[in-house]
Every structure is written in C-alpha cells, then in structure tokens.
C-alpha cells in the first residue's frame, strides 16, 4: 500500500511538472514575434526587456510575501540562486541578438536543442544519468539542430546561430542548477537576471530612446510575457529532470514560428522546415513513450 501511495504521488509531481512547463512554453511562444516587431537597436531593447521584466518580478515578490520580502531578498544570496540569475540573463541576451540576426524559426529550433546540453551537464556535473529513450531523443533532436545550423551558415546567418547556441548552452545550465538546488521560487534570480540584462545594456547601448510602438511591445513582452512564462517554466525543475524540463521547451519551436508565419509573413525555409520537423517528431515519440510507460507503472 506504502508502495502504490508513493507511486502515486510521484505520478502526480511528474504530471505538475509536465503543466507547469507545458503552460509556461505556451506563454512564452509569441516571444520571437513581438522581439522582430521591435525596431529599436539591439542592446536599446535588451535594457527595456530587462528593467520590465526585473519590476514586475519584484512587485510579484512584494505582493506575494508582503512583510517577509526581504527575507526572500537575503535568501538569493547564495552561489546557485545568483548563478541562476547570471546565466537567465546570457540566455536573454543571446535570444534577443539571435531574432534580429537570423530567423525566429532558426532561433527557436537551434534553442530546441539545449535538452542536450542539460543532460550532458546533468552528467558531467552531478553525475545523474538520463533515461535512453531520452538520450536517443536529444541525439536526435541534435540532427535536425545540425541541419538547421548548415543552411545558416551558407546563408551568412553564423552570428545569429552562435548567439541560439549559447543561448541553448546558457538555458540548460540554468534548468540543471534549479533542479539540483531544489530552488522552491525562482522569481528572485529571474528578477536578478532582468535587471542584469539591464545594466548590461544601459552601458552598451547607443541610446534608450525608443518609439511609442516599440515600448508597447517591449511592455506586454516585460510586464507579462517573459516574467509569467519564465516563473513557470523554472518551477519545473522541482517536479521533473531538467532535460525533460527541455524537451517540453522545443514545444515553443511548433508554436512561435507559426505566430511569425502569420503575422509578419515570415516563412521558414524548406531546410529550416525539415530539421525542425525532424526535432517535433522525437519530442512527440519522446512523450508518447514516456506516457506509456506511466500508464504500464
């Protein structure tokens, strides 16, 4: 009886962490586009998406603990919850410099391949195996990432894919170090991250002065879209292995192209098109295995 309770209450915390993620991937998705409407310089909206981003966690930390905020302040002091927030902040910064330098759709589907890096760094750094059926999953997935990275490069898109691959290796890092330290919030490192993507910028950038449009969309992506979707997605580390907390990040990679498609008439390419199908499929298989074996258990 024992047993079947824990049983099912590990079911229960892998179904929590497949949610959380899945809900914080969803709201993530119109990222790319809302980041290629934008036509200020670079570094100019990095500051914008940083400081939005860092208020809006922070009010979310004073509403939710009130009078014992700081005592969650002081509690981000220490090297896992700042690590977290240092590489948050490389990861956004390669995203940004990725969208205005290559496609949405290259961007996304080489990001889709950080699963690779967490259980690669889960491995080496902590020594904690991943399934085989997850490992083939990730090999795979490295493929389409390879097919996709080709045509950048004959394409002369080699800055806009370095800038996804660090952003992938910057990502996966951060979902390693969340599971490990067992972080319960993460909304303090991500608002430490928002605001050092800032300062990163304020003293990088040509000028802060953006258009009415562009701070709008600046706006929904900083108050809402990233501080919403990344909160999520970085509780679910705590209910699930960091590689499978990626795979469900290549979600993003169906959905975010499509809203680039639709909007502003950005086509993938034939090439982007086959790697990233090749990448879906194994996510698809990947879960569809993983279900099963549940349902058997």
Request: charged share 10%.
């Amino acid at each position: 009886m024992q047993k079947s309770v824990t049983e099912s209450g590990g079911k229960t915390r892998h179904l929590k962490g497949i949610t959380v993620t899945v809900l914080g991937v969803l709201v993530l998705t119109p990222d790319g586009l809302l980041t290629s409407l934008v036509e200020a310089p670079t570094l100019t909206q990095l500051f914008w998406r940083g400081l939005f981003m860092g208020l809006a966690l922070s009010a979310f930390l004073a509403l939710r603990y009130r009078s014992a905020v700081l005592r969650e302040v002081r509690r981000l002091f220490t090297p896992a919850r700042i690590a977290v927030g240092v590489l948050f902040a490389i990861s956004s910064i390669g995203w940004v410099v990725a969208v205005v330098t290559t496609s949405v759709a290259n961007t996304l589907f080489i990001v889709a391949c950080a699963p690779l890096f967490s259980a690669i760094f889960a491995r080496v750094f902590l020594g904690v195996r991943t399934s085989r059926h997850t490992i083939i999953a990730i090999l795979i997935s490295l493929a389409g990432m390879l097919i996709i990275f080709a045509e950048g490069l004959g394409r002369g898109d080699l800055l806009g894919n370095l800038a996804a691959m660090g952003t992938a290796f910057a990502w996966a890092g951060m979902v390693v170090i969340l599971e490990h330290a067992r972080i319960d919030d993460p909304a303090p490192s991500l608002a430490l991250g928002g605001f050092l993507v800032a300062i990163f910028a304020l003293v990088t950038a040509p000028t802060l002065a953006v258009s009415g449009v562009d701070l709008g969309w600046i706006a929904i992506l900083g108050f809402f879209i990233l501080p919403v979707s990344f909160f999520l997605i970085g509780l679910g580390p705590q209910y699930i292995p960091a590689p499978e907390v990626s795979l469900i990040m290549l979600l993003e990679a169906v959905i975010g192209p499509l809203w680039a498609w639709i909007f502003i008439a950005q086509f993938p390419s034939l090439q982007t098109m086959i790697g990233g199908a090749v990448i879906l499929v194994t996510l698809a298989v990947h879960f569809a295995i993983g279900l099963a074996r549940d349902a058997r258990s």
